[in-house]
């Protein structure tokens, strides 16, 4: 394969994990946004909590989409999400475990979900880095 045709692959792998990023950024957003409030028993987390969290992913998931529509995508802003995926993991972690809250069980699942697939997208993000 061609120095270019890598290039591009690597770039189109990037764009992939990118809007893969997005859409599960803004899904998850819309279930803690929209059912903050059903969904507080349920999870033992304050809707006061998961309404907030779950408008900031609609936050994020712009801002990976606008990064993976880009002509050329800015390291640094790549660089950007996978430290607030990073983050998202800590911030998960600390309510699932922390003091702060009582999740139920199904509420740290929840959560723990959450870590996992936030750093598989950081995790991925720094290898379509890498390749390109």
């Not at 712009?62 to 607030?84: C, D, S």
């Not at 998960?92 to 740290?108: E, H």
């Amino acid at each position: 394969m061609s120095q270019v045709s890598s290039s591009i692959a690597s770039l189109s792998f990037l764009r992939k994990v990118l809007f893969a990023d997005a859409a599960v950024s803004a899904a998850c957003g819309a279930l803690m946004a929209v059912g903050g409030t059903p969904l507080q028993g349920l999870l033992g987390l304050p809707a006061g909590v998961l309404v907030p969290a779950g408008l900031s992913l609609f936050v994020y998931a712009a801002f990976v989409v606008w990064l993976a529509r880009r002509p050329v995508i800015p390291r640094a802003g790549v660089w950007a999400a996978v430290l607030i995926n990073l983050v998202w993991a800590v911030d998960c972690l600390a309510v699932a475990f922390g003091p702060w809250f009582a999740p139920t069980g199904l509420g740290q699942a929840f959560l723990l979900v959450q870590v996992v697939t936030v750093i598989a997208f950081a995790e991925l993000q720094v290898i379509g880095l890498r390749r390109g």
